[in-house]
Nanobody, 120 residues
Framework: QVQLVESGGGLVQPGGSLRLSCAASGRIFSINDMSWYRQVPGKERELVATISSGSSTNYADSVKGRFTISRDNAKNRAYQQMNSLKPEDTAVYYC??????????????WGRGTQVTVSS
């Protein structure tokens, strides 16, 4: 009924930039918080950034000043601008959103992820 699809990942050199996009589709009544998580093999998935329905934001300490999360409520999209990328930012980045679909209840959805690789 609802799906999240990430895009914008890729290979970038240290110090470079990428912009991720998360598109929510389906019969959506409302979307609450939207978040970006990341995960590397063998480690827990970690919260990177969150943006509320009112566009309040929070960031992990490791990305503060470098990443910016935003959203376009009319398009049901969230974005993450990533600047000054470091090799340790390499991970699969996942979009997460709390969504109220039509004919359903509030549900937490995950995208399939997009790979970000920061390497020389």
């Amino acid at each position: 009924q609802v799906q999240l699809v990430e895009s914008g990942g890729g290979l970038v050199q240290p110090g470079g930039s990428l912009r991720l996009s998360c598109a929510a589709s389906g019969r959506i009544f409302s979307i609450n918080d939207m978040s970006w998580y990341r995960q590397v093999p063998g480690k827990e998935r970690e919260l990177v950034a969150t943006i509320s329905s009112g566009s309040s934001t929070n960031y992990a300490d490791s990305v503060k000043g470098r990443f910016t999360i935003s959203r376009d409520n009319a398009k049901n999209r969230a974005y993450q601008q990533m600047n000054s990328l470091k090799p340790e930012d390499t991970a699969v980045y996942y979009c997460n959103a709390k969504v109220r679909p039509y004919s359903s209840i509030w549900t937490n959805y995950w995208g399939r992820g997009t790979q970000v690789t920061v390497s020389s």
